[in-house]
């Protein structure tokens, strides 16, 4: 079993595939396995990487970093494979993961980057409330309740037991492992430096390929809230998975798969992404 011995810790990850790297971020409820419908679909074009993050799956927290460290872990482990060149699926939780390799990578090595049911740290004043009225929304229940539609969980038994099996495998986390968005401060920049700018701000500036994907009864990233972000970012593409919860790399890995697929091979073509 692949371990990369990374950023003081050994993350889990593996390799599936040829072609241009593609790393996909997987979100709370999962780790490696969440994407068994988009290796052999994506393998068929692309060099496939998935891991777990630290705290999931394989990978153990062992010095204790947590969620902060979750950008220096892929960063750490495209050096350890040796990958130049990639882009980048994330989901939920994952956008994290993918933002921080998008703008604080010093190899810059990030062609396109895909945020489905998630912000990716995108946010002004009015992203913000909206993101704080959909939480009231949800109440006190835990976001696994709202993991998929209703629905989804009626007429794919089947599947839904599979995905909560996959949660299942990770280990037990503290119960503020992952504070929700602006409890935990990013650290100040250098003495001297200038101010950061907002994640959008950097986007715009990076000119990066970017896809903002939503279920369309995504209760915990609502389609409204990530259409707000697709507006700070005008260069971006929106798409909304209909009949979609929250995890619609899972509930409609069809849908998801070719509009993922139809992106990544459009931004590669462009004379920009080379």
Not at 222 to 242: A, N, Q, T, W
């Amino acid at each position: 079993m692949p371990w990369a011995p990374v950023n003081g810790i050994d993350i889990y990850y593996e390799v599936h595939g040829s072609g241009p790297a593609v790393l996909f971020a997987h979100g709370q409820g999962g780790n490696h396995l969440s994407w068994w419908q988009q290796v052999p679909f994506f393998s068929q074009h692309y060099t496939c990487i998935t891991f777990d993050h630290r705290a999931f799956g394989f990978s153990a927290d062992s010095d204790g970093s947590g969620r902060a460290s979750f950008g220096a872990d892929v960063i750490a482990l495209l050096d350890h494979l040796g990958v130049e060149d990639v882009r980048v699926v994330a989901h939920s939780m994952g956008g994290r993961a993918a933002i921080a390799l998008a703008l604080r990578d010093p190899k810059a090595r990030c062609r396109a980057l895909v945020l489905a049911g998630t912000t990716g740290a995108v946010a002004d004043g009015a992203v913000r409330a909206r993101r704080e009225e959909a939480a009231a929304a949800r109440g006190e229940r835990g976001l696994g309740a709202f993991s998929v539609h209703p629905s989804f969980r009626e007429q794919h038994p089947h599947l839904y037991f599979l995905l909560r099996q996959i949660s299942r495998l990770n280990p037990s986390r503290p119960r503020d492992f992952l504070h929700p968005p602006g409890q935990v401060q990013p650290p100040p920049p250098p003495p001297g430096s200038p101010p950061r700018l907002p994640v959008h701000e950097r986007l715009n500036a990076a000119g990066l390929p970017v896809l903002f994907l939503v279920g369309e009864h995504d209760k915990i990233t609502p389609p409204d809230l990530i259409e707000m972000c697709h507006g700070l970012v005008p260069s971006s593409r929106y798409h909304v998975v209909r009949g979609s919860g929250h995890s619609a790399y899972w509930e409609k890995a069809a849908e998801f798969n070719d509009v993922v697929l139809r992106f990544l091979q459009e931004t590669d073509a462009s004379p920009v992404a080379k």
